[in-house]
């Protein structure tokens, strides 16, 4: 079956520092990658995403590469704002693998401290 | 961002109690989606509709019962739940069915007394 594995966290950094949170997957088919977040009291929204195999996706200073070699991606920050505390989901939708969600990983926590 | 919102935002509601959730999205989209985020586990994909009709149901209890009227509008029925039911309902909805970013409403909190 389909996985996404992150770090859980609680991340956390001081402001403009590099930011790099880790995402490896498992598929069975050739999935679709995305970032979401989730602010305090709100909904998910959707980040960055990346369709095909080197593909770069970017948003709001993130970016996030699919690396099919290391089932990877990971989404990064050169700096980071006290804005972007929230929590961070990295997720996958498998278009082989017969299901019609995402498949989320747990979610990883980042607090950015002034 | 009001693409899809959901009502209502908290409720609280008793074992006994029957309840409904109600999502709505204005984007145009063919399919939606029921997740339920509870802390320190994952988001889980509930029930996923396409063109108005379920297509996955990801062995949720009976005590949910979803109905998607049109294809702007999905419930959650809910009745005789129990404490372990309260969690972050979230509703979302994608162009299609197949590998889609999915769009999320701002969620229900349910408390389960």
């Known amino acids: 079956g389909n996985s996404v594995t992150q770090m859980e966290g609680p991340v956390t950094l001081s402001e403009e520092a590099f930011l790099t949170i880790n995402c490896t997957y498992t598929?069975?088919?050739?999935?679709?990658l995305f970032w979401y977040v989730q602010y305090p009291g709100e909904g998910l929204q959707l980040l960055l995403k990346a369709t095909k195999a080197d593909d770069k996706g970017s948003n709001k200073g993130f970016e996030a590469t699919y690396r099919k070699e290391t089932t990877s991606f990971h989404l990064e920050k050169g700096s980071v704002q006290v804005s972007d505390s929230a929590v961070y989901f990295c997720?996958?939708?498998?278009?082989?693998?017969?299901?019609?969600?995402?498949?989320f990983g747990k979610g990883t926590h980042l607090i950015i401290q002034p | 961002e009001t693409g899809v919102t959901q009502t209502p935002r908290h409720l609280v509601m008793g074992m006994t109690n029957k309840k409904s959730l109600k999502c709505e999205q204005h984007l145009g989209h063919n399919a939606m989606y029921w997740y339920k985020q509870s802390a320190k586990k994952p988001l889980e994909l509930m029930f996923v509709?396409?063109?108005?009709?379920?297509?996955e149901n990801n062995s949720v209890p009976s005590r949910f019962s979803p109905e998607c009227p049109n294809s702007s509008h999905l419930f959650l029925h809910l009745h005789t739940l129990q404490p372990e039911d309260s969690a972050l309902y979230l509703c979302?909805?994608?162009?299609?069915?197949?590998?889609?970013?999915?769009?999320f409403g701002p969620g229900t909190r349910l408390t389960v007394t």
């Open positions: 598929a069975t088919g050739y999935p679709s």
């Open positions: 979302a909805s994608s162009r299609g069915q197949g590998p889609y970013e999915q769009y």
């Open positions: 509709y396409s063109l108005e009709e379920r297509v």
């Open positions: 997720a996958l939708s498998d278009l082989g693998g017969g299901a019609d969600g995402l498949t």
